[in-house]
């Protein structure tokens, strides 16, 4: 079945230090893939995706590159802010089996 | 535009009473997925729902039922609860259709705490 495996965490950083957030799965199918993240107290939201190999989704400075040979997905941004803590979710989701497959979340801190 | 929503935001039951949590999609959007997410325990896929009908179900107890209305709105029953249905469930509403690229949109979900 689909899976997804996720950096452990939680992750500490320093304001303006770079970030990556290690992300592999095992799909079925051909999957889309996605991070979400969860802002303290909220829902999911949205931050990127990718739908096909070597694409690279990007938004709020944070980026992830689409990587079929390495079945990768990590999550990367070059300069952190304090806004930026929360817990962050990969997920896939192949065709022919509609739901979002998540991996188990990394909570990340930024230190000021 | 309204984006998905849940209601209510918070509900105390105790064990073995029913829990009714329900869900309002983004307009245009006729798919809608209840996920489970326990303290410790990630986000668990529990039902999809694609115009009225369950499409899919996660690994959880038959006490755990739902349904798609006309109008694409949704609600999620709980029965005979017990303690570690204590969770946050949230739906989500994504564009009907089997297409892996469609994004899934969250709502903001509903606390259910069992005592």
């Keep these: 079945g689909d899976s997804v495996t996720q950096m452990e965490g939680p992750v500490t950083l320093s304001e303006e230090a770079f970030l990556t957030i290690n992300c592999t799965y095992t799909a079925t199918g051909y999957p889309s893939l996605f991070w979400y993240v969860q802002y303290p107290g909220e829902g999911l939201q949205l931050l990127l995706k990718a739908t096909k190999a070597d694409d690279k989704g990007s938004n709020k400075g944070f980026e992830a590159t689409y990587r079929k040979e390495t079945t990768s997905f990590h999550l990367e941004k070059g300069s952190v802010q304090v806004s930026d803590s929360a817990v962050y979710f990969c997920a896939l989701r192949t065709f022919g089996n509609e739901k979002l497959t998540f991996g188990t979340g990394t909570r990340l801190t930024i230190i000021p | 535009e309204a984006g998905v929503t ?110």
């Design chain 2, 6 to 115: 849940q209601s209510p935001t918070h509900l105390i039951k105790t064990r073995g009473q029913q829990a009714t949590l329900r869900c309002s999609p983004i307009s245009g959007h006729t798919s809608v997925y209840w996920y489970q997410q326990a303290l410790g325990l990630g986000l668990q896929f529990l039902l999809w729902y694609d115009e009225g009908e369950e499409r899919n179900r996660g690994n959880f107890p038959p006490r755990f039922s739902g349904r798609q209305f006309p109008n694409y709105s949704s609600e999620l029953n709980v029965n005979a609860l017990e303690l570690e249905d204590s969770a946050l469930y949230l739906c989500a509403s994504s564009l009907g259709g089997p297409s892996s690229g469609n994004t899934i949109y969250f709502g903001e979900g509903s606390w259910l705490t069992v005592v």
